[in-house]
């Protein structure tokens, strides 16, 4: 069964009509959908699959009925918000969101850091990368949906919980296996731009007491810095 995300989805109500623009096309055009097929929707906000049934295909709506519901929690109980300093093309940004939006990411906010390239990311752009994460949080049937921010004047200063940032040096640094993490936990996790980050930068984490977490010897592009991490903490 196709699985969509529909903000206003009134799972109370079990006859509906559909009148999304997107979603009608989506499925009478693309997909082709038929009487009687069944289709997954889900809202964000609690942990169920609803499972409705086409009743009647019209032109600008799709009539559907409730037939069943699935509880099911995909979720962590702990929330990651990726810092990411923004790298130098699009498509590496597009890889970021997709692909830790299907692993796990509460939050996106992406920032320019003293060593990220000039990179124009307009309104047009920002629309796609949302739909990226909405497709990825579909496909992977997540129950939420990430958000997604760009951050033009970053301040770390009043940032709270905890916060890690990603280092290419030992010193004074945490593994990966010494980093805690409980259910309650709100971890800020920030990753480098091409080049790392600046000595400015890392004093200032220093300074805010934000925990220096080194991977290993070699040097990870920032595209592919998430998955050692991701993967760890969520296995915590």
Not at 60 to 72: P, W
Not at 74 to 89: G, V
């Amino acid at each position: 069964m196709q699985r969509f995300y529909l903000e206003d989805l009134n799972t109370t109500n079990f006859n509906f009509i559909l009148i999304n623009k997107d979603l009608v096309h989506q499925l009478s055009k693309v997909l082709r959908s038929k009487i009687w097929d069944k289709i997954v929707f889900f809202d964000g906000k609690d942990n169920f699959d609803y499972i409705f049934e086409i009743k009647e295909i019209l032109k600008k709506e799709i009539i559907l009925e409730q037939v069943d519901r699935i509880e099911k929690n995909t979720e962590i109980d702990f929330e990651i918000n990726l810092f990411q300093a923004i790298p130098n093309k699009m498509d590496k940004i597009e890889s970021i969101i997709k692909n830790w939006t299907q692993i796990w990411v509460s939050n996106f906010l992406f920032f320019k850091a003293e060593r990220s390239q000039k990179l124009n990311i307009s309104d047009k752009k920002i629309e796609r990368l949302r739909k990226i994460i909405l497709e990825a949080s579909e496909q992977s049937e997540r129950n939420s949906v990430p958000g997604l921010i760009i951050w033009e004047k970053p301040n770390f200063l009043n940032l709270q919980w905890k916060n890690i940032f990603m280092h290419t040096k030992n010193n004074d640094s945490k593994l990966l296996k010494e980093i805690e993490v409980n259910s309650w936990d709100i971890i800020n996790l920030f990753v480098w731009p091409e080049g790392g980050f600046c000595e400015d930068e890392i004093w200032k984490f220093g300074k805010n007491n934000f925990i220096n977490l080194y991977l290993w010897e070699r040097i990870l592009r920032t595209e592919l810095a998430w998955v050692s991490v991701s993967f760890s903490l969520i296995q915590k």
